[in-house]
């Protein structure tokens, strides 16, 4: 098991899952507008996340730096799905957290409990959306 699943599982906070990170680690989440940069802010949102869903990992893959993580579970009683890829340095500590989320609804109330949470740490240019984005499909 990835020392970041037993960490995130057993409630860490944010300094001990920070020694698991680079010091320029890089976060990619489709529920913000831009990549959050550092070990104490990666770390931090890393802690939000966990708060705002329930759920465990169903699969871990590892070739090489990369190391792949599925995770099932539900944020405010709909499903969540979550696709991780952490890209490690040749001293293990991870570098990249690039993350993916399904269903769009349930992202999306992700991405609200996300924001309750981060909104007073975070600028509102990490949640700020483009204003085509925000327009009807079609």
Do not use: C
């Not at 990170?21 to 831009?34: D, E, M, Q, Y």
């Not at 293990?92 to 993350?99: I, M, N, Q, S, Y």
């Amino acid at each position: 098991m990835h020392k970041l699943i037993a960490l995130r599982e057993a409630g860490a906070g944010p300094d001990e899952i920070a020694a698991l990170l680079a010091p320029g680690v890089v976060f990619k989440s489709p529920v913000l507008s831009r990549s959050i940069e550092g070990r104490e802010r990666v770390a931090e949102a890393m802690v939000a996340a966990i708060a705002v869903r329930e759920g465990a990992y169903i699969a871990e893959m590892a070739d090489g730096p990369v190391t792949l993580l599925v995770w099932r579970g539900q944020v405010d009683g709909l499903p969540l799905d979550s696709f991780e890829m952490l890209v490690h340095d040749d001293a293990g500590l991870v570098v990249e957290r690039t993350v993916a989320m399904r269903p769009f609804a349930s992202a999306l109330r992700f991405r609200n409990a996300f924001y309750e949470r981060m909104k007073d740490r975070l600028g509102p240019e990490y949640f700020a959306l483009p204003e085509q984005a925000l327009g009807a499909p079609g």
